[in-house]
């Protein structure tokens, strides 16, 4: 993670919540889709070596391999033997975010994923928001009412994964 300016640095958390994923393979597997479930527990296990947020901090620069991978396995039926074949579904974020003391907020969130189409999912407390596409903006004003102390992140993948994820994130005092 890059840090382009010092003001302070808000924690980001970031929880997937994906149930059933249906798509290719899926016809000419043996069984359904397994479901994916992550909980608050599965992904504070999942967060990586992100520094924290802190509100009217800094710009943070996030690329791919601060995101944790997320795939689901099917299977197929070859001859008699069941394969079991692991297909990427999502990349995921969890960032603790500080200084959320009830103040009207400005969340700015842009970035890109190289032409590759992807829905963009971000939450911090009463907070969120979406976006698709392969480039994203997201921008908003709220109170959160002291609710924001984790960003969660989410891109789920439908298809190939892309070669890079470029994310900005930026929370501050509205003024």
């Known amino acids: 993670m890059k840090i382009f300016s010092v003001l302070r640095v808000l924690p980001l958390s970031l929880s ?3 149930a059933g994923v249906a798509g290719a393979g899926e016809a000419d597997s043996c069984c359904s889709l397994d ?11 999942t967060q990586g070596a992100v ?26 039926q070859a001859g008699r033997e069941r394969i ?18 009830g103040q009207e907020l400005l969340f700015d969130i842009n970035g890109r994923s190289d032409g590759y189409s992807m829905n963009l999912s971000a939450s911090c407390g009463t907070f969120s928001a979406s976006d698709s596409g392969d480039k994203y903006v997201i921008s908003k004003r709220m109170t959160t009412a002291q609710s924001c102390t984790s960003m ?23 003024f």
């Open 16 to 18: 997937l919540l994906y």
């Open 35 to 45: 479901k994916l479930l992550l909980d608050d527990e599965t992904l504070s296990q």
């Open 152 to 174: 969660r992140l989410s891109f789920t993948v439908s298809g190939s994964p892309p070669p890079s994820i470029d994310l900005s994130i930026l929370i501050a005092e509205a």
């Open 84 to 101: 079991r074949v692991e297909r990427l579904v999502a990349y995921t974020l969890s960032i603790p975010v500080y200084g959320d003391i």
């Open 51 to 76: 520094d924290p947020l802190y509100i009217d901090g800094v710009l943070y620069q996030l690329s791919k391999e601060d995101f944790t991978p997320v795939y689901i396995s099917h299977y197929i």
